[in-house]
């Protein structure tokens, strides 16, 4: 799993850019948002897909919940089977 960063290859004095790709598709992308079912960093493909999942609204509920309550570290409620 990435954390969001682009990543730079440095070859004979020349630096390379890298898009970072997505944790859930493996695409290369040029943005990511973080799951609400995981710690995953998803591009904005899988970020539609997963907000159409039955369960989206339960994991941003508990989400929100676990914030309010000062747990900041939260690592949602799992991904689904079939998101993955």
Known sequence: MSIFTYNLKQTNNIMTFFLPNC??????????????????????DCKTKESKHEMYDIAVSVESDQVKGGNYNYEGIGLPEDLK
């Open 23 to 44: 944790d859930r598709c493996d695409k290369e992308t040029n943005s990511m948002i973080g799951s609400m079912f995981n710690l995953q960093m998803i591009c904005s």
